[in-house]
């Protein structure tokens, strides 16, 4: 189990420093090691950690590499993969007790239109209807909870698609991760925020807006099914003098290009949406402001 501790940091509204990711295997053999119980041993990948080797990230929380979630999986070639930090990094180890070594950060792949913070990104490998094994991970997409969680897919865990978002009915706080279910069809576990507890029929709007003790989240579970459209593996972009007389070259470059156009345009609709958000919360604030100013 590799897992993140916190330092203590009451100067920030979550009190949660700066974080380690440590690893601990259970006392037991077997499958009925899960239950345990757990001995740690040590920092995996860190900046506390004492082996240099395993040295890695900033106790920053405006830093790009804040070290705040793990997630690995393991690869073809039996090594393990795992995004790091708050910019995604692609980290890759012999071992899941590391040390792992940074590739560069995903920010593209964990991403989404609606959101422009996403976190805790979990991965799942299963097969694709013509037998291709494909790699697939599910995300926070934190500003945006209400409209449900974003995705990413990679056919061999290291290069990854620009990410996504799957529509949630009722919105979504972490997807736990996908569960092949064979045909195509994936069950996916999820948590669901609330602003209140003691009456769960309003979920939150944007994940920044969770930290209230009032607060709480369930576990749910949905199913649904993934369809893998041609060409959805772009060509590369070096095609052959045949091809660009055909004009092939050139539909594929307008297509890439109508994507990333829409891709701009929602996010542009989601900043708006946002900007409008925070006007009405200052709207508020002011009211509160000058009713307080009355009282006195």
């Not at 189990?1 to 690893?23: E, H, K, P, Q, R």
């Not at 997807?175 to 045909?183: A, R």
């Not at 607060?215 to 095609?239: H, K, R």
Request: contains cysteine; charged residues 20%; glycine residues 12%.
């Amino acid at each position: 189990v590799l897992y993140v501790s916190y330092m203590c940091d009451g100067t920030w509204m979550v009190a949660a420093g700066g974080g380690n990711i440590f690893g601990a295997r259970s006392a037991t053999k077997g499958i009925v090691g899960i239950e345990g119980p757990y001995e740690t041993y040590g920092i995996v990948i860190g900046p506390s950690a004492d082996d240099p080797a395993k040295q890695w990230g900033s106790i920053d929380h405006a830093s790009p590499e804040y070290v705040d979630a793990i997630g690995p999986y393991a690869l073809p070639n039996g090594t393990y993969a795992a995004f790091i930090g708050e910019d995604h990094y692609l980290a890759l180890a012999e071992s899941a007790a590391g040390p792992w070594n940074i590739v560069g950060p995903h920010r593209m792949a964990i991403s989404s239109p609606h959101s422009a913070y996403n976190e805790n990104p979990v991965v799942t490998e299963f097969a694709r209807p013509d037998g291709v094994r494909v790699f697939v991970a599910v995300f926070d997409i934190v500003q945006s909870e209400q409209l449900g969680f974003g995705m990413s897919w990679s056919e061999d865990g290291i290069h990854w698609r620009p990410g996504v978002t799957v529509p949630l009915p009722g919105g979504c706080r972490t997807p736990l991760g996908l569960i092949d279910e064979g045909e195509g069809r994936v069950s996916l576990l999820f948590t669901r925020r609330f602003v209140d507890c003691a009456n769960q029929t309003m979920g939150l709007g944007n994940g920044a807006d969770a930290i209230s003790p009032a607060s709480c989240a369930n576990v749910y579970a949905a199913m649904f099914s993934i369809d893998w459209q041609a060409g959805t593996t772009l060509p590369s972009f070096e095609a052959s003098p045949a091809a660009r007389r055909a004009g092939k070259h050139d539909d594929v470059a307008h297509r890439v290009l109508q994507e990333r156009e829409r891709l701009l345009v929602d996010r542009l609709a989601a900043l708006d949406a946002e900007r409008a958000e925070l006007l009405r919360d200052l709207r508020h604030l002011d009211e509160a402001r000058r009713q307080v100013g009355a009282g006195t």
